[in-house]
């Protein structure tokens, strides 16, 4: 986002939190890509500030353009997580 790097705190098919993230009110745009561990590439989208967490000191985003290839990658890594749970 902008040239920087930030890591989610948790994320899911609609959205992410992050802690000190960028400088955008409720109702802001922002536009970046987004890079998910053991997967490939690179997956822009574009998202709107929808809450901020005053106590996590974290703001909210929902995605409002994203690629398929970018819900595929989620999905696989949503799926990835409970599998895993389940063992």
């Not at 993230?21 to 590439?41: F, N, Q, S």
């Not at 353009?65 to 895993?84: E, K, N, Y």
Request: charged letters at 25%; aromatic letters at 8%; zero cysteines.
């Amino acid at each position: 986002i902008a040239q920087t790097d930030y890591t989610a705190l948790d994320w899911s098919l609609g959205g992410f939190r992050l802690v000190d993230g960028p400088d955008v009110g409720i109702g802001g745009k922002i536009k970046g890509t987004l890079r998910i561990a053991g997967a490939k590439g690179l997956y822009a989208f574009s998202a709107e500030a929808v809450r901020h967490d005053g106590d996590a000191k974290a703001l909210a985003f929902h995605f409002v353009d994203h690629s398929d290839a970018l819900v595929t990658v989620l999905d696989r890594a949503i799926a990835g997580r409970l599998m895993r749970k389940r063992r």
